[in-house]
């Protein structure tokens, strides 16, 4: 165990024996941390500092008074948890008995990082693994949709993801000065999780900027779905000073992203301006919206940034030839990569196991893909893609009930930051795990479907 992952559990098992919000904002920081194994052991079994950290909030959270009762009655509401519980459990059930039904059938990817080719299908250690990553996840969501009720709770979320945007921030400069003084070695107690690393890539002679991350793509992908969470969250920021360090972190992140060079990350920023400029859209021409903010002060911000990049092309082109030829490379002739060929062998392998199995999948930690999509369908099969695309299309669609104007705008801006994300998540997602990030904004989201009166809630996790 490196001296990184003690400190984190001195201040794990400190935050669970204090009172307060400091467990939720380590929860959101840990992320950061994306290859660092906290563990003593290494045998393949990776437990990173954001799950350890959620699974210590859940458990704060639950022997709160009243919030295990509140937790069942959420788990099955149709209307909130009821389909992510039937799929977990459906899910699960697919881990330890369809590997086992259609044993040495077909060929798959495995999640081992020790095969880099297809294997025959086989009962294996990521049945168990991949389960338990997605109850927790499961897990988390269920409480968040308890607390969430809570304006406590989103207060502090969404000051926490302003300390998250900046520790992602700080990690990607750490990252990027280490490897330009030649001094990449320091930051090896970070980066002791069993995966594949790749952290010290250059595209078209740049340095992929991964942070703490296992790659360029996973970093840039956790940038882009923050920047996008606190793009949208932005006007529900009161304090003037929440609200500058906002708008920084946005710009911040924006940059972090360019600067990994993923294409994933690319690619999410042009859904995410997709997806704001919808917006901006609709709140000009709906005067009714109660997310209209200051659209005249958003449309200015847009416009000048629109005419500085115009005005900087147009008085020297030759300043954007080092990002177009990045974007070539990383973007539009990616299909040539061996990276690309590789996770489309995955995928296909994946595609195939759901075919193979006549829809019903090869059971949950079964395959590796590289589609979030594939990924369920191949694993869980047509029943379990059913369960959980209905919980998200259930989560986009549904209004908040019986919610203040605050509470309405919060859960309609977690809303729109999931687009990008789950965009995202089908080009570079390798397994069924929804993650922590995720999970959480699943269950803010799903807080707002509550048909309980607000004002009689009292539910903490101090």
Sequence with gaps: MSWPAVILWVLLIYFCASRGPGLLYLMLISGTFGSLQMLPFSGGVNLLPQSACAAAFVMKALVQRGNISRAIDSAIDLQRMALFTVFVIYGVFSAFVFPRAFLGLFEVVPISITLSGADILHPSSGNFTQSCYFILSYATSLIFSVIGLSSATRLHYRRALIWSAYALVVSGIIDLVAFTLGISTVLEPFRTASYAFLTDVEAEGVKRVVGLMPEASTYGTACVGMMGT?????????????????????????????LSTSSTGFIGLAMLGAVYACDLLYRMLNKDSFRRGNIPGELMVVSLSALSVVFMFLLNPALFDPLLAMLNTMVFQKTTSASYVERSMWTRFGWNAFLETGGMGAGLGSIRVSNWTVSILGSTGSFGAALMFGFIVQCLLMGARNASGEMRAFVAALKLSLLPILGMYSLVATVPDIGIPLAVSLGLISSGHTRISRSSFRAGYS
């Design 230 to 258: 606190l793009l949208f969250l932005r006007p529900l920021y009161e304090e003037v000073s929440e609200r500058r360090s906002c708008r920084i972190a946005i710009v911040l992140l924006g940059i972090m992203t360019v």
